[in-house]
Structure formats: structure tokens, C-alpha cells
């Protein structure tokens, strides 16, 4: 249901709620009154909440008592939040200089979940046009590529928490919580997904919606092996967790997970800090038949995480003491398809574009010997 659905169902219509606005609080030349939320967005439902913003300069002495204000229009009831614009702009320039900054995903951003929620729903408000003076170009707004990027970035960062509890849950024998905590980590890595095809809304209850949103070709750009679904059907897939709490099944399904969430960690990263992932070609997937000798590549364990550098990257244990490992971008490509499920034989002719027949050799079972001996491998 769209705004103008959900107005007429209610008996209203935006003159009427504009009217309500103005002899409740009054409305200024210089104010702006936009419509935000679900409705604006494409998500709402009829049992969605009406949403308005008033960016105000008006000295504090003219502000309302309350920040948010209640009013009925017809049958809708709509929530007004009342938005000092000084401090929108102070808002606005932390996230200026945040962008500015080197990205560093070690360090929390120091937004909260409503501030972004805020800035987010900025791109997408629809401005109610009350005077002359009031123009859309001039309502303050962020940069979308930023907001996404802050999206990514709260993503990344909570995610390698996770990582390490899930590889804590495996070693205190904990397959309940270890199941909990990788679905954690896959809802991180749907927010990275999204915010990497500038869905920007960062509200976890919207990640099933935007997943509908994500582009029919969206795999092949990630260089994982495809699987031929939709973006919210293979999420559905591996969400589905394993009907009984017992180590082995919760473990795999963790690795597939966590499999899955680094390679889009890594494209989402070169999508929006390093734009690099929009022109880059994506691999064509061979078909072929798997012999005897061929070698399953192992799984990356849970608390495997990355830092790009120069096309390639530096890999290592999270919280770990150990000396990361640099990975060219060609072994790099080859580490992302440790997934358990891909041969040996087929990462090389992906990554490589050749085929070393000669079970035991090639680039892939060499980056194996390396990953194990550096214990990045999983159990």
C-alpha cells in the first residue's frame, strides 16, 4: 500500500493533513513538511503508521513543548516529529566528517539506530509542498552513497563480534547458540547486500522486503558459486536452521553462513569504499563433471575475516595474535570459494581459467596448504 492508498482508505488526503499540521503547529515559510517512513517507501501496509517531519529553523522559544506531536486526520492517525533544523545540520556534518574519515570497520561509528534510521528516511521523504518558497531541492538531505556506505559499515563491524562468538559457541560445545548467533551474522550480511544496491533503509524489519528488491542478476557479481535464486530465497535457504541442536549440523550451517556473508562483505566494500566492484567482469562458471580425485575445498572458519589491500588482502583470525596472511587478488578470488562445496579443479578454472587435471597440484591446493598452515582453516 503506497501514501495515496493508505490516505484514501482513511478519508483524507494531503491538503487535509497539511491543514492539520498548520493549526496545530503552525507552519512557517521557511519550515519543510515532509511525508517519511514505509508509506514513502514502497513498504507499508494498512496497518502502517503515518509518518511526518517538520525541519524548522524557528529559535527554540518557537518550538513546540513536544518533539513529537499526535494528530488525527479522517481516520488516520499521524506521528509529527518536530526537527530543530540546527540540529539536523550537526547531524549532517558528523556524517560529512565520518565519510571523511579512513574506513576503519574495527571502530563503531557512533550513530545510534534512530539517527540513521532519520537519515535514511531523508533520501525518501516526500515533501508537502505549502508555500512558493518551499522547494524540494532545498530540503536538507545526505548523499546516498554515504548513508549506504554507514549502512555497510554498522553491518561489518557488528558482524566480526558475531564471528567471534560463533567461534566461541563451537569450541564450548554450544550448537544452540551457535545456530543463533550465524543467523545474526546473516542478517548482517543482508544489510551489506542491500546497502551495496543502495537500499539504505537500515531497520531489520524491512530486510525480507528489500531482499525482494535485489537485482535478478545480483550473484554473479559476488564470485561465489551461483546458485541460481533470488537474493531472498537463497537468504530464506540458509536461515532455515537444522531441526535438531546437535554440533555437526549447526556448524555446517553456521560455515555456510558465514561462507556466504564474507564473499558479500567483500563485494559490498568494493562497491562503496572502494568503487571497484561496478566495472569488475564477473566469472563464468564452468561445467564440469567431477572425478574421484577431485578435492572439496574446505571451509574458512568462523572468525576469518579480511582487510582489502591493493586487489587483494590481508587475512586472518579475528582477536587472534597471528601474522595475517596477504593474499594476492587471483588466491584472494580462490579463498572466497573455500566453501566446502566447490572442488579444487573448478575454483582454478574460475578464478584461473585453467585446469590442472593433475590431482594434488594447482594454485588452489597450494593456497589449501597455506590457509591450514596458518590455522585459518575450519576444523
Known sequence: MDLDQFLDAGGADLPALV????????LRPDDFLLVIGSLVEGLGTSRSDLDLLLI?????????EEDEIALVVGRCLADVRVLPLAELEKLLARLDRWSSEPW????????????????????????????ERSDPAAVPRPAEETVARLKLHVARH????????????????????????????????VDALTAGHGLTNPNPKWRSRLL???????????????????????????????????????????????????????????????AS?????PPSWPRLERHP????????????????????????????FGTPLRLSPPEFALALLFDGVTTAREAEVVVCGTDSRVPGTGPAHELVSRIMATNLSAP
Do not use: C, Y
Not at 532519520?118 to 508537502?128: S, T
Not at 563480534?161 to 548482517?188: C, E, I, K, N
Not at 564474507?262 to 566494500?269: G, Q, S
Open 19 to 26: 491543514a492539520k499540521v498548520d493549526s496545530t503547529i503552525g
Open 56 to 64: 524548522t529553523p524557528r529559535p527554540d522559544h518557537l518550538l513546540p
Open 104 to 131: 576503519a570497520v574495527s571502530h563503531a561509528t557512533r550513530f545510534t539506530l534512530q539517527e540513521r534510521v532519520l537519515l535514511h528516511r531523508l533520501l525518501h521523504g516526500r515533501l508537502i509542498l505549502h508555500s
Open 158 to 189: 557488528l558482524s566480526r563480534t558475531v564471528q567471534v562468538d560463533m567461534a566461541g559457541h563451537r569450541d564450548a560445545g554450544d550448537p544452540a547458540s551457535l545456530v543463533f548467533a550465524a543467523q545474526d551474522l546473516l542478517g548482517h550480511a
Open 212 to 274: 525482494e528488491w535485489v537485482p535478478a542478476d545480483w550473484e554473479a557479481a559476488l564470485g561465489i558459486r551461483p546458485s541460481g535464486r533470488s537474493a531472498a530465497e537463497l537468504v530464506w535457504q540458509l536461515h532455515r536452521a537444522p531441526e535438531r541442536p546437535e554440533m555437526g549440523a549447526a556448524l555446517e550451517h553456521a560455515l555456510r553462513i558465514t561462507a556466504f556473508a564474507r564473499a558479500v562483505f567483500v563485494w559490498a566494500e568494493r562497491r562503496l569504499v572502494r
Open 277 to 281: 566492484a561496478v566495472d569488475a567482469d
Open 293 to 320: 580425485t577431485d578435492t572439496l575445498l574446505p571451509h574458512l572458519d568462523l572468525d576469518v575475516d579480511f582487510l582489502l589491500a591493493d586487489g587483494g588482502a590481508l587475512v586472518a583470525r579475528l582477536n587472534s
